[in-house]
């Protein structure tokens, strides 16, 4: 199967910088795309920045000309750089990646989730 690490996480005031990271391992026959989501309490997941299968990236709105989202060559790591921070980006954010697996199907598979806090 897959296993996702995620790290990068933390506190850090308004205007701030964070860079995450999230790491896939495990035996992966193919990686068809990536993305960051994240969650705020009382709020749904929502999508925070994703590579497609086709290799574009798209941004929610909140986040765009801020946030950037990169991989390695190999597809198997995610980043977020996370310029300009706000108090209402604080959430849990994880990592999604969809994957097949060696002798298995394609999958969505998902990080433990990484908190960051934005203090005003």
């Known amino acids: 199967q897959v296993q996702l690490v995620e790290s990068g996480g933390g506190l850090v005031q308004a205007g701030g910088s964070l860079r995450l990271s999230c790491a896939a391992s495990?035996?992966?026959?193919?990686?068809?795309?990536m993305g960051w989501y994240r969650q705020a309490p009382g709020r749904q997941r929502e999508l925070v920045a994703a590579?497609?299968?086709?290799?574009?990236?798209n941004y929610a709105d909140s986040v765009k000309g801020r946030f950037t989202i990169s991989r390695n060559s190999a597809k198997t790591t995610v980043y977020l750089q996370m310029n300009s921070l706000k108090p209402e980006d604080t959430g849990v954010y994880y990592c999604k990646f969809t994957a097949i697996p060696y002798g298995g199907y394609e999958s969505d598979y998902w990080g433990q989730g990484t908190q960051v806090t934005v203090s005003s």
């Open positions: 495990g035996r992966i026959f193919s990686i068809k795309s």
């Open positions: 590579f497609t299968s086709g290799g574009t990236t």
